[in-house]
């Protein structure tokens, strides 16, 4: 079995491969201070809630780890170690990934960007611009030929929420759902309205201008696919969103793992 790991700014998600089938999957909030002993207890807790991997965790035969958070990423290295006793490949610059990086500097790209780069072209095997929801929401550009072109990062929704409650003293804490209408009638809507579909225009506003960038370069239309935990909520609203791909990260970890497996 294979467990996936992507740790994320604010959560971190588990996936439990048995061969090519994902069997579990979990969230859990990413706390750079856990110890690798805080960490397998919990992730042993998980599995057996759901009934799975009662013989322990070193059934697992294999790990691989994408992580944002420096400070936690030996942390759940160490954790393989000691509670699968499996070996861990943790993706990086050097990993082979089958994509070949166009960035500057390839060492600056964050892992989870390559990773959700090389699963979505492995679905959709043509020119791409990935968008990940998460505490930050990035872009990711792929082209025709399965090259990492660049893309952008900005705030996520939820820290653009925040920043606004946090410093406007009369504004409140509002819930991040869609109002009644565009035209807010109190406050709260008023808020709702600019997060969503001000969030929304952006993204769509991004896309296009990366679209007609790709178009004058190579003259092709790239698909646009959406994923991370706040995806559902703008690819909803989204003119430029085609497809919604909830488990895209675990899947390329799953990808690039096999890819890897025969170098341990």
């Given at each position: ?216 370069s190579s003259q092709v239309e790239p698909l646009v696919i959406a994923t991370g935990g706040l995806a559902p909520l703008i690819f909803e609203h989204s003119a430029q ?17 096999e890819r890897n497996q025969n170098k341990f």
């Amino acid at each position: 079995m294979l467990l996936a790991i992507d740790v994320g700014n604010t959560q971190s998600v588990l996936g439990l491969y048995q061969n090519q089938e994902l069997i579990g999957e979990w969230r859990v909030s990413t706390q750079p201070h856990r110890t690798a002993d805080e960490m397998g207890t919990l992730i042993h807790s998980l599995f057996r809630h759901r009934a799975l991997l009662k013989e322990g965790l070193k059934v697992i035969d294999g790990a691989i780890l994408s992580s944002v958070v420096p400070s936690i990423t030996q942390t759940f290295r160490q954790m393989v170690k000691l509670y699968c006793d499996a070996p861990c490949l943790t993706v990086g610059a050097d990993t082979d990934t089958g994509m070949p990086i166009l960035y500057d500097n390839p060492k600056e790209v964050g892992a989870d960007r390559i990773v959700n780069a090389v699963s979505a072209y492995h679905q959709w095997p043509q020119a791409l611009i990935v968008i990940d929801f998460g505490t930050a929401t990035t872009f990711d550009v792929v082209s025709q030929q399965g090259e990492y072109l660049g893309g952008a990062i900005f705030p996520g929704i939820g820290i653009s929420s925040e920043a606004l409650f946090m410093n406007a003293a009369r504004l409140p804490r509002v819930e991040l759902s869609p109002p009644p209408s565009v035209i807010g009638k109190n406050t709260v809507h008023s808020i709702q309205s600019g997060l969503i579909y001000g969030y929304v225009a952006m993204v769509d506003g991004i896309a296009q201008r990366m679209k007609q960038e790709l178009k004058q370069s190579s003259q092709v239309e790239p698909l646009v696919i959406a994923t991370g935990g706040l995806a559902p909520l703008i690819f909803e609203h989204s003119a430029q969103i085609n497809h919604l791909a909830p488990r895209l990260t675990l899947e390329g970890l799953r990808l690039i793992y096999e890819r890897n497996q025969n170098k341990f």
